[in-house]
C-alpha cells in the first residue's frame, strides 16, 4: 500500500514553529528524560515521518507531549495522524513489489503476532497465496536497491547478532520442537530486527545482508509454526521471508524457503501445489548452483507426485535427487542448507515409498535415515515413525513396535504438533493389530502423549 504525506503532522510542525532537527533533537532529550537511552532520530527520521511512515512506540506519545507542551494544549498522537494501526486481515500474505513495501509488510506481520492477533491465529493457508509468492519471486525485475538513511547505523555487528540467534534457536528447535521457543524467535523479531530495517541507516552490501539474515529468522519462525500446525501463520512467514531473500538477491535463501513451502503444502495433504512450489525450488537452486538444494528440490517434487499417486514420476525425481546429491560441496554451500545430508535425503525416499505403500523401499530408506546428527531429535523421531510404517507394511510387527516405541520415546520430550501427528498415524497404522500385547502397551503409551 503506498505511503499518504502525513499533513497533520507537517500543520503541527509549521503551528509550532519547529525545524525538522529541532523536533528531533527535542525527541532524543525528552526520551533520555522518561529513561529512553538510545534515541538517535534526526530530520531525515522527521522526514519519512512526514512521508507517511509511522515510528514505533514510544516515539507517537513522547512527539505529542512535546507539542502539547510548545503549543499550551493537548495533542494527541490521533492529531499528528500517528495513531496505533490496524493490521490488515491480510497481512502477510502477498508478496510486495518493492522493497520498502516488504519491509512494511513483514513488520508489520511480527508487530501482529507479538501481539497475538485473533484473526492471524485463526489465520488458515491459503494456496493462491502461495502461488502467487512463488510466480513473483521467480518473475519479478530486479529492484531498486536495499538501502535506507535512517537514523541507526546497521553494521556487521548487528548482522552476526541475527545470525547466531538464528543459529541457536535453529538448534532448539530441532531439540525440542517450536513450542518451547517459537514466541521468543518472534519478539526478537519485532524487538531487534524490526528498528534495523524500519530506522537503519545502510548501504546496499549491508542491506543485502541484513535482509538475507532477516530472511533467515523469518524463515525460521514461520518453520516453528508450521511444526506448531498454525499453517496459516507459518504460510505468512514463509512468503515473506522469500520477499526479504529478494531483497537480499539470494536465489539459493530463496529456493530453501521455496522448499519449506513445498514440505508444508505436502503435509497438509495438497500434493498438486506442493510440486508447483518444488519445481520453483529446483529452478531458483539452478540459478543458484547449491546442488544440495537441487537435490532437495528433487525429492520434494518425488514426495507429491508419490502423493498423487504417480509412481513412475516420483522414481525419476528421485533419480534426478541422488544425481544432484553427488555433485553438492558441502564445504562451499551455505550453512542452512548444512543439514540436507545422506540420511535426510535417505528420511525423503523413504517418505515416498511409504505413501507408494512400498514396504521393502521404506524400510531400507528408513534404516540409512538413522544415520544422523544425533541433535536433530525431532528428525530421528519422524524417522523412527517412518521405519515403524515401513515395518509394518512389510507384516514385521515386533521390529515395527520396537521402532515404535523409540519414537514415542523422543516424542515425550517435543513440544511439536507433527510430532503428535506422526504419533496419530501410528496408531491408526497399528489398530489392525490391536489385540497383540505390544500393541496394547504402545496405545496406552500413545494416549498418554495424545489425551482426547
Known amino acids: 500500500m503506498e505511503r499518504q504525506p502525513n499533513r497533520s503532522l507537517q500543520r503541527l510542525i509549521a503551528e509550532a514553529g519547529f525545524t525538522y532537527k529541532g523536533l ?6 525528552l526520551g533520555r528524560a522518561r529513561g529512553l537511552s538510545g534515541l538517535k532520530y534526526d530530520h531525515s527520521s522527521v522526514l519519512r515521518w512526514l512521508g507517511g511512515q509511522r515510528p514505533r512506540e514510544p516515539v507517537p506519545a513522547l512527539l505529542a507531549e512535546i507539542f502539547s507542551l510548545r503549543l499550551g494544549r493537548t495533542v494527541t498522537p490521533e492529531d499528528m495522524d500517528m495513531s496505533a494501526t490496524t493490521a490488515s486481515l491480510d497481512v ?51 529492484e531498486s536497491r536495499p538501502v535506507a538513511g535512517g537514523s541507526r547505523r546497521v553494521g556487521t555487528t548487528d548482522i552476526a547478532a541475527i545470525r547466531e540467534v538464528t543459529r541457536s534457536f535453529g538448534e532448539l528447535d530441532n531439540r525440542f520442537g517450536g513450542g518451547r521457543i517459537r514466541s521468543a524467535v518472534v519478539k526478537y523479531l519485532d524487538t531487534a530486527v524490526a528498528p534495523l530495517l524500519n530506522d537503519g541507516s545502510y548501504a546496499e552490501a549491508t542491506g543485502r545482508e541484513l535482509a538475507s539474515a532477516a530472511a533467515e529468522l523469518t524463515r525460521l519462525a514461520g518453520w516453528m509454526a508450521y511444526d506448531l500446525e498454525h499453517h496459516g501463520v507459518a504460510q505468512r512467514y514463509l512468503i515473506q521471508a522469500l520477499r526479504l531473500a529478494r531483497g537480499a538477491g539470494d536465489h539459493g535463501l530463496g529456493g530453501e ?8 503444502a505436502a503435509y497438509i495433504g495438497q500434493p498438486a501445489h506442493a510440486l508447483d512450489l518444488a519445481r520453483a525450488a529446483r529452478l531458483s537452486a539452478q540459478r543458484a548452483g ?15 507426485q508419490a502423493l498423487l499417486g504417480d509412481r513412475t514420476a516420483c522414481r525419476a525425481a528421485l533419480h534426478q535427487a541422488e544425481l544432484a546429491f553427488d555433485r553438492r560441496r558441502p564445504g562451499d554451500e551455505p550453512e542452512w542448507i548444512a543439514y540436507f545430508d545422506e540420511a535426510y535425503l535417505s528420511a525423503k525416499v523413504a517418505h515416498c515409498f511409504r505413501d507408494l505403500r512400498d514396504g521393502t523401499q521404506a524400510v531400507r530408506h528408513a534404516r540409512r535415515s538413522l544415520e544422523m546428527d544425533g541433535r536433530f531429535v525431532r528428525g530421528r523421531m519422524f524417522n523412527l515413525s517412518l521405519l515403524a510404517a515401513g515395518l509394518l507394511e512389510c507384516g514385521e510387527l515386533e521390529e515395527a513396535c520396537t521402532a515404535a516405541g523409540e519414537a514415542l520415546e523422543l ?42
Open 257 to 264: 524457503i521455496l522448499a519449506g513451502m513445498s514440505h508444508q
Open 411 to 452: 516424542a515425550g520430550g517435543l513440544q511439536s504438533a507433527r510430532t503428535r501427528s506422526y504419533v496419530t498415524d501410528l496408531r491408526r497404522r497399528l489398530e489392525p493389530h490391536a489385540a497383540e500385547p505390544a500393541v496394547v502397551e504402545l496405545n496406552e503409551r500413545i494416549r498418554e502423549l495424545t489425551p482426547a
Open 24 to 29: 528531533a533533537r527535542n525527541l532524543n532529550e
Open 92 to 142: 502477510g500474505q502477498e508478496f510486495p513489489h518493492t522493497w520498502d513495501e516488504g519491509v512494511a509488510s513483514v513488520t508489520a506481520l511480527w508487530r501482529a503476532d507479538v501481539e497475538r492477533r485473533r484473526f492471524l491465529v485463526d489465520s488458515t493457508f491459503a494456496i493462491g497465496a502461495g502461488s502467487v509468492g512463488a510466480v513473483r519471486w521467480l518473475t519479478l525485475p530486479t
Open 290 to 304: 547449491v546442488f544440495s538444494l537441487l537435490a532437495e528440490a528433487h525429492a520434494l517434487e518425488a514426495h507429491a
